[in-house]
């Protein structure tokens, strides 16, 4: 199985904030990554695959960035909605894993 | 309005069996494969299983192998997990998740809000 490790846990910000998460895969896993935003109550939300791809309809201030085995999620100027939970897959070969989930907190 | 809702989960005892259901509306179901993914409390996203757009292919986490069958009724668009031999450790909230098409391929690109299991004596 494919380790996925992401970091932090959680972190505290301010709207307006740029906040950095980060996933490092145990392998190397050809750039194949998602990022996903759960809320309380709702359904998890696809924001970048393949590392990099920004999904139809999610704003551009969510951005991925790849460098080897590691990956990074950046929100640039975080809004009142972006206070959530945000994890990431791995999706190089099965089984599929995912980060442990980093929450994004007010400060 | 694509949509996939759960339904099915609740309370039940270990060694007992439940079944999972979940109704997709909105899209080509038949198109797309699909699959389970839970969180068990306090634990990050665990993949269970996906089955292929056309039944045909199956695939389970080595912790489910045995246990749970994937299966979809396409006339209903109606995906299920078949849970037997439930242990306390598969108390989770299961997802079901549509996986992306061409480039989209392995990601999951539209998820169910979830439904709680919880297995206790």
């Known amino acids: 199985d494919i380790q996925v490790t992401q970091s932090p846990s959680s972190v505290s910000a301010s709207v307006g904030d740029r906040v950095t998460i980060t996933c490092r895969a145990a392998q190397d896993i050809s750039g194949h990554l998602a990022w996903y935003q759960r809320k309380p109550g709702k359904a998890p939300k696809l924001l970048i695959y393949?590392?990099?791809r920004l999904q139809s309809g999610v704003p551009s201030r969510f951005s991925g960035s790849a460098s080897a085995t590691d990956f990074t999620l950046t929100i640039s100027g975080l809004q009142p909605e972006d206070f959530a939970t945000y994890f990431c897959q791995q999706a190089e070969s099965f089984p599929l894993t995912f980060g442990g989930g980093t929450q994004v907190e007010i400060k | 309005q694509e949509e996939l809702v759960e339904s099915g989960g609740g309370v039940v005892q270990p060694g007992r069996s439940l079944r999972l259901s979940c109704a997709a509306s909105g899209f080509t179901f038949s198109s797309y494969s699909m699959h389970w993914v839970r969180q068990a409390p306090g634990k990050g996203m665990e993949w269970v299983a996906v089955i292929s757009f056309d039944g045909m292919n199956r695939y389970y986490a080595d912790s489910v192998e045995g246990r749970f069958t994937i299966s979809r009724d396409i006339s209903k668009n109606i995906l299920y997990l078949q849970m037997n031999s439930l242990r306390v450790e598969d108390t989770a909230e299961y997802h079901c998740a549509r996986e992306g098409n061409s480039d989209e391929s392995g990601y999951f690109t539209l998820w169910g809000q979830g439904s709680l299991v919880t297995v206790s004596s």
């Open positions: 393949s590392a990099s």
